[in-house]
């Protein structure tokens, strides 16, 4: 059986385009959005990844 943790699944958006990451953070120990640096294949190339609802 699966437990009950404080992770959570957060879907990430390009500030630049419309790509989408998702990932999983720990609410507990960060309680603000995710703002990551990361790779976008659509532009090919890093840009800003802002955490949406």
Known sequence: MAKTGTRVQVK???TE???LYYTT???RNT???LE???YDP???KHVIYKETK
């Open 42 to 44: 659509k532009l090919r």
């Open 17 to 19: 385009s419309s790509h």
């Open 25 to 27: 953070k720990n609410k």
């Open 31 to 33: 309680t603000e959005r």
């Open 12 to 14: 990430l958006k390009s």
């Open 36 to 38: 990551l640096k990361k």
